[in-house]
């Protein structure tokens, strides 16, 4: 395969979303570096046909179910595995860009043989100002991850080394893909993207966050609520993934030393949440929540990790 790059995007039934973040591809990156591969999660609202008529210069697969973020976007990756790319690129069919992110990413790998991946600084694309992540760390004390997103961050000009990438934008060499496997279709979708970040850094190399490069990201598409009888925006089924996942990544990767801590500080977090929901009567969430304490907490580690 002549091009270096394949950028993976993961379609779910928002045929919108995607055909604006490929429009912004074309328009500002150099076709001659990537191909795009078009993963559909088995959309109902025949968004295949919608984007190969607009698009039809393109790669696409078809998952034909909907395989979650991390077995959509891996048909995506074993294709570009299969085909010879050097790099493949994971981008959120809800991101846009307005120049060229890719070059600096592809030059930063190539230039840095210790470094296995790297993410650009991702904003809010409704608020162009504003950092939506900034690069990604671990608390091993309290056993939470989270994103810098302060004023400060947008004046870094140097990469740094970072915990884990965000799965709305990271690239990644397809060697080391090879080596320690795809997405963990386990978690089906969040915290997939951390398992990930941490199997690479323990067994392959250095993550980076290259701050002076920029995509735009809109947010929870997927994940918001499309029918008027909700319990808030967020759909109930999101409470439920979150917190499997990352009480099964809690039980992977964090210090045992620190487990007491992590109990504690989760549990208060927990009743406050489960707390809020009863108030509110948001029973169905509530339910969810319950269920994904139990699954992370009591599910083998050998059904989550072949």
């Excluded at 055909?19 to 591969?37: F, G, M």
């Excluded at 959509?72 to 294709?79: D, E, I, Q, S, V």
């Excluded at 990438?165 to 951390?194: M, P, Q, W």
């Amino acid at each position: 395969m002549s091009k270096q790059v394949a950028i993976i995007l993961l379609n779910w039934n928002t045929p919108t979303h995607t055909a604006n973040c490929i429009e912004s591809i074309i328009k500002n990156c150099n076709s001659e570096d990537y191909d795009l591969i078009i993963a559909d999660n088995g959309s109902t609202d025949d968004s295949l046909s919608i984007l190969k008529s607009k698009f039809p210069q393109h790669i696409y697969i078809d998952n034909k179910a909907n395989l979650g973020f991390a077995g959509g976007n891996n048909t995506a990756l074993k294709f570009s595995i299969e085909h010879n790319y050097t790099f493949s690129l994971l981008l959120n069919n809800d991101t846009e860009v307005d120049e060229d992110f890719l070059t600096p990413l592809t030059a930063h790998l190539n230039a840095n043989a210790n470094a296995v991946a790297v993410q650009p600084a991702i904003y809010y694309l409704n608020n162009k100002e504003q950092l939506w992540n900034g690069g990604s760390f671990f608390n091993p004390y309290f056993g939470f991850t989270y994103s810098k997103n302060s004023k400060s961050r947008q004046a870094l000009k140097t990469p740094e080394k970072v915990d884990w990438l965000t799965g709305c934008c990271f690239l990644i060499r397809n060697s080391a893909l090879k080596e320690i496997g795809l997405l963990n279709e386990k978690f089906f979708l969040y915290y997939e993207d951390v398992e990930l970040s941490f199997r690479l850094r323990e067994q392959c190399g250095e993550l980076h966050y290259l701050p002076t490069t920029k995509v735009y990201h809109e947010a929870g598409v997927s994940g918001k609520q499309r029918s008027k009888n909700t319990e808030g925006t967020l759909s109930p089924i999101i409470h439920y993934y979150v917190n499997r996942n990352k009480i099964w990544f809690l039980r992977k990767y964090a210090n045992p030393f620190f487990f007491v801590m992590m109990f504690i500080n989760n549990s208060i977090y927990y009743s406050m949440v489960l707390c809020y929901f009863m108030l509110r009567n948001r029973r169905k969430k509530a339910a969810y929540l319950v269920q994904a304490i139990r699954e992370g907490l009591f599910t083998p580690k050998s059904s989550i990790w072949l």
